[in-house]
Nanobody, 116 residues
Framework: VQLQASGGGLVQAGGSLRLSCAAS????????IGWYRQAPGKQRELVAA???????SYADSVKGRFTISRANAKNTVYLQMNSLKPEDTAVYYC???????????WGKGTLVTVSS
């Protein structure tokens, strides 16, 4: 499985961005895809995730501002980020979990910079 994350960039506080995570390869047994982020000097943290069944979960810090969704036909998961804050600045990564084979896959990160 290969994951390609895109959509990062520079935005002013209060603005919006949409990240995309396109999955390719043997994606049939992927159970869930999540977005993580890592700010300078901080640990990587889970931002949002969506399961195969469509169940979503969010970090408290982004609830009400970020929305994770998917387009099954495109094997793509999106992260719509609204009302962005400077503290959202980080490299964002997508991760796919294949529980059947006990595997996880990471995409290369995409940088989101929110200016104040």
């Amino acid at each position: 499985v290969q994951l390609q994350a895109s959509g990062g960039g520079l935005v002013q506080a209060g603005g919006s961005l949409r990240l995309s995570c396109a999955a390719s390869g043997s994606t049939g047994s992927i159970n869930a895809i999540g977005w993580y982020r890592q700010a300078p000097g901080k640990q990587r943290e889970l931002v949002a995730a969506i399961s195969r069944a469509g169940t979503t979960s969010y970090a408290d810090s982004v609830k009400g501002r970020f929305t994770i969704s998917r387009a099954n036909a495109k094997n793509t998961v999106y992260l719509q980020m609204n009302s962005l804050k400077p503290e959202d600045t980080a490299v964002y990564y997508c991760r796919a979990v294949d529980a059947a084979y006990g595997m996880e896959y990471w995409g290369k990160g995409t940088l989101v910079t929110v200016s104040s």
